[in-house]
């Protein structure tokens, strides 16, 4: 670790604050009306959404949900994506940007990670959001709130995350969007001064999902994908309707104008015809059992299942991964290939004597031979989970240039696909 990262892990909100201070000098300036978009998982699905629906009347945080991420984002700046030597190019460009450069959209659309403790409260405070969608809640990167419970600020792991999160609607002005269904949202936006507005997903009449789209049928209307997206995108859907109507904004069913990132439930061509479902993009509990409930209902023969590792839960993974195995048990698939330490460990034993096809991996390299002797070209394989199954995809597709579709392509993630000997 360099003496630049070790400042940066020690005093991270004092340096984020520098660049939130010049950074807000070019916000004032820009005034937008301001949007966040927060939760464990399904945060960049809805941005998109909004993207399609709103164009170039707003700038959306793509890439940047972090306290600096912001920040560079609102000074029209590139955060660190390689040399860490940058930073200090970055600390003198910042006040030059606060008072030469700002954006003119009318909407700023931001993404939020609750991460870190304190994170998200610290953007929150500083944006104070107009409307704030608040899309699930779970143990996403848990094992950074451990000493939160330790200390006895809170009395578990679910507590000390869902405070976090609460803080941004603690903050929105106006708006409020959250899942019906979650009683801690419920809980934590009770008596907070902005309109709460729950989303209920009995709204939906009918879904049905393929390997290369999707239907979601609320009746009245119908959103179509071009992509297998899985039910619980309900919310998001619901999120984005209600937040067009509050801003007079015409709905557009067809999304047409929707491109998903990498690795999110995208569709692409394997070998041999094989058909890839690729949400490889992140790994824990909430967006494992939304893509294995989508699994389930998926109009397809021969599924199988390539799963990574849960990672970033501490003393949790343990019992994460016996969720998992449950999880898995049910979904009935051809196959199941799980790849890591973790799911070797946790999963595996929980499962290995109930499902007939199941095999387990330490590194990726051994999965991938087992995928190219065995796959047929019958099978829709879906990817879920950790230990860089972008690399796998990769040696798999029928098209390389399809490569640019995947997850973690920049200079940094293939320096370290290359240290664990994937090249």
């Known amino acids: 670790m360099t003496i630049i990262s070790k400042f940066k892990k020690k005093f991270y909100f004092v340096a984020a604050g520098y660049f939130k201070f010049f950074a807000n000098i070019s916000l004032k300036r820009w005034h937008p009306r301001i949007v966040i978009i927060t939760g464990s998982a399904g945060k960049t699905t809805l941005l998109n959404l909004v993207e399609s629906q709103?164009?170039?009347?707003?700038?959306?945080?793509?890439?940047?949900?972090?306290?600096?991420?912001?920040?560079?984002?609102?000074?029209?700046?590139?955060?660190?994506?390689?040399?860490?030597?940058?930073?200090?190019?970055?600390?003198?460009?910042?006040?030059?940007r606060a008072f030469s450069y700002r954006h003119k959209e009318k909407f700023y659309i931001v993404e939020c990670d609750g991460e870190r403790p304190h994170e998200a409260e610290f953007i929150a405070k500083w944006l104070k959001p107009e409307v704030s969608?608040?899309?699930?809640?779970?143990?996403?990167?848990?094992?950074?709130?451990?000493?939160?419970?330790?200390?006895?600020?809170?009395?578990?792991?679910?507590?000390?995350?869902?405070?976090?999160f609460a803080t941004i609607p603690a903050n929105t002005r106006k708006?409020?969007?959250?899942?019906?269904?979650?009683?801690?949202?419920?809980?934590?936006?009770?008596?907070?001064?902005?309109?709460?507005?729950?989303?209920?997903?009995?709204?939906?009449k009918k879904y049905e999902v393929y390997p290369d789209h999707a239907i979601f049928d609320f009746g009245d209307h119908k959103f179509k994908f071009k992509a297998p997206m899985p039910r619980d995108v309900t919310v998001q859907l619901l999120m984005l309707q209600k937040l067009m109507n509050y801003f007079g904004e015409e709905v557009d069913y067809s999304l047409e104008n929707l491109k998903m990132p990498p690795a999110r439930s995208n569709f692409l061509r394997g070998k041999k015809g094989v058909k890839i479902i690729d949400s490889s993009y992140n790994a824990h509990i909430i967006s494992m059992t939304t893509v294995l409930d989508m699994v389930k209902v998926l109009h397809a023969d021969h599924k199988w299942l390539v799963?990574?590792?849960?990672?970033?839960?501490?003393?949790?993974?343990?019992?994460?991964?016996e969720k998992l195995a449950k999880l898995l048990l049910d979904t009935k698939v051809q196959n199941i290939v799980m790849i890591g330490r973790r799911t070797k460990k946790y999963t595996y034993?929980?499962?290995?004597?109930?499902?007939?096809?199941?095999?387990?991996?330490?590194?990726?390299?051994q999965a991938l031979k087992y995928l190219e002797e065995n796959l047929t070209g019958k099978e829709t394989v879906i990817f879920k989970g950790s230990q860089y199954l972008e690399w796998i995809i990769e040696k798999l597709l029928a098209d390389p240039r399809d490569v640019e579709n995947l997850a973690r392509q920049?200079?940094?993630?293939?320096?370290?696909?290359?240290s664990w000997g994937l090249e």
């Open 410 to 418: 920049d200079e940094a993630h293939r320096r370290r696909r290359a």
């Open 307 to 321: 799963i990574g590792d849960i990672i970033d839960q501490g003393e949790l993974e343990g019992e994460e991964h």
């Open 54 to 96: 709103l164009g170039a009347k707003a700038h959306y945080s793509h890439n940047a949900n972090s306290a600096f991420g912001i920040a560079f984002d609102i000074l029209g700046m590139r955060g660190i994506t390689g040399s860490k030597a940058k930073w200090i190019k970055l600390i003198f460009q910042t006040p030059i």
């Open 133 to 164: 969608c608040w899309v699930s809640l779970g143990r996403s990167h848990a094992v950074f709130f451990e000493n939160e419970v330790k200390s006895g600020k809170f009395d578990n792991i679910d507590d000390a995350i869902a405070h976090e």
């Open 349 to 365: 034993p929980l499962i290995k004597d109930k499902v007939k096809n199941v095999q387990s991996f330490d590194k990726p390299q």
């Open 175 to 204: 708006l409020v969007l959250i899942d019906d269904e979650n009683f801690d949202m419920h809980r934590y936006t009770d008596t907070i001064r902005a309109r709460v507005i729950p989303v209920n997903r009995n709204q939906l």
